[in-house]
């Protein structure tokens, strides 16, 4: 009995693989033509900025946080594609610098109005594809800041952080289903070889391990 169902397997798996790689096996797709006057669709906090989440603010007013402060003045792509100058023209490495002498200043005029005489904290300084200042605020701060003269728009940057702690749910996984124990009694056959013939270790392992079969006591 067992030795039919491990053929049978083997079987099934090598058909469909081979289906698959001659393409004779295509998923059918139906499409359905709508009137675009019933569709819509809303982005939802498009600014990046002060969205409410439940009516409350998403953040303490003293939280700091990352924020992109846009400036008025166009970024050196902008400027230099309406004057049909190269990027890496004089004329581009000037603009870049009277941004970099801008946005200085722009940082400069925050911390008087805004941060009462503390030094801006300028992560970033872009002034290529945009003209802004990637900066760390207090939340509380970024309304004043949007109306500091020159400034364009205050976004909230979003962030990434990197994983610290591994996730063992795949190696519960393993665990539970033996693939593991199986894989590593059976040498020659890879967990992940063509088609679906990666889990027959694993229903050989499940097979051997069960109490309904004559010899079985686990």
Not at 140 to 156: F, S, T, W
Not at 187 to 194: D, E, S
Request: hydrophobic fraction near 45%; aromatic fraction near 4%.
């Amino acid at each position: 009995m067992l030795a039919l169902v491990l053929a049978a397997a083997l079987i099934c798996g090598m058909s469909l693989s081979s289906s698959l790689r001659s393409g004779r096996w295509r998923p059918s797709l139906d499409f359905q033509e709508l009137d675009p006057s019933q569709v819509s669709a809303e982005l939802m906090n498009t600014q990046g900025d002060t969205a409410e989440m439940g009516g409350t603010e998403p953040y303490e007013a003293t939280d700091v946080v990352r924020v992109m402060i846009v400036l008025e003045q166009d970024s050196t792509l902008t400027t230099m594609e309406a004057s049909g100058e190269a990027l890496t023209s004089q004329a581009a490495v000037q603009y870049r610098q009277s941004l970099d002498n801008a946005q200085e200043q722009m940082a400069s005029r925050i911390s008087r109005q805004c941060l009462a005489g503390e030094a801006l904290d300028v992560v970033w300084n872009l002034t290529l594809a945009t003209n802004a200042i990637s900066a760390n605020v207090a939340y509380g701060k970024l309304e004043e800041i949007r109306q500091v003269p020159g400034v364009k728009a205050v976004y909230l940057e979003t962030r990434y952080e990197p994983m610290t702690t591994a996730d063992p749910s795949n190696v519960v996984a393993q665990q539970m289903t033996g693939a593991l124990l199986a894989c590593s009694r059976m040498p020659g056959i890879p967990v992940r070889a063509p088609g679906l013939l990666w889990w027959i270790p694993v229903l050989i392992q499940t097979i051997s391990l069960s109490p309904a079969l004559p010899g079985n006591t686990r």
